[in-house]
């Protein structure tokens, strides 16, 4: 089983739709978890941290779910501008080669 | 704002050549990383450092190595480039595991 799993999608949504994805992951001493997005041909950049309890940045939202070893990010009232592939990213503790990148989502949003 | 500043946006060099990518960030982090990203196989490590002249292998260091003689700068080499290693090189630094890393632009390397 990989380490992080993601749907490659792409997932192509309408302007204003909710969408959702999650991002498994096999080892449950991952410490630290994240979302980033991508735009083509550029470089990741970090969209939010993901904690425990769950949070939300304006039309984000991030959850954890440590038992079913599991994170997702929620993407209300979408815009055009959120077409990008979001990559999950999970860090162990004590070493710097246990970050793990997933392979990302593709999300489309069409007007 | 951290930056993380790569020394070329495109790169274009022959097999059998010495080729140096450059990483500078301004942040003072501790942990820097080179990784290279593929389509269909996402970011794939291929050293970091931890500490000045400290360095760990990744998931793919074959065909490379690295040089961290100053905190700010992380260097990748091919040491004799070829064409599989055409791809888009990331640096990333972070001051802490476990916190966010910052990536450079990257470099889209082809080796023809």
């Known amino acids: 089983r990989k380490e992080v799993e993601q749907d490659p999608g792409p997932f192509n949504v309408p302007e204003g739709a909710t969408v959702a994805f999650n991002c498994t992951y096999s080892n449950s001493a991952s410490q630290s978890f994240f979302w980033y997005r991508q735009d083509c041909r550029k470089e990741p950049k970090l969209l939010m941290s993901v904690y425990s309890s769950g949070n939300e940045d304006g039309r984000f939202t991030a959850q954890l779910n440590r038992a079913s070893q599991y994170i997702s990010l929620l993407i209300r009232d979408s815009k055009l501008s959120d077409s990008a592939t979001y990559l999950c990213?999970?860090?162990?503790?004590?070493?710097?080669?246990?970050?793990?990148f997933g392979s990302g989502t593709r999300l489309s949003i069409r007007p | 704002d951290v930056k993380v500043t790569q020394s070329s946006r495109y790169l274009v060099k022959r097999t059998g050549e010495k080729v140096f990518l450059e990483c500078v960030q301004d942040?003072?982090?501790?942990?820097m990383f080179w990784y290279r990203q593929d389509p269909g196989l996402g970011l794939r490590l291929i050293y970091f450092?931890?500490?000045?002249?400290?360095?760990e292998k990744g998931d793919i260091p074959e065909g490379y190595s690295v040089s961290r003689e100053k905190k700010e700068r992380f260097s990748l080499i091919l040491e004799s480039a070829s064409t599989n290693q055409t791809s888009m090189y990331l640096c990333?630094?972070?001051?802490?595991?476990?916190?966010?890393?910052?990536f450079g632009d990257g470099t889209r390397l082809s080796i023809l």
């Open positions: 942040m003072d982090h501790e942990n």
């Open positions: 450092s931890y500490d000045v002249k400290m360095k």
């Open positions: 990333a630094s972070t001051r802490e595991v476990g916190q966010p890393q910052h």
């Open positions: 990213v999970l860090t162990g503790y004590s070493s710097a080669s246990k970050i793990i």
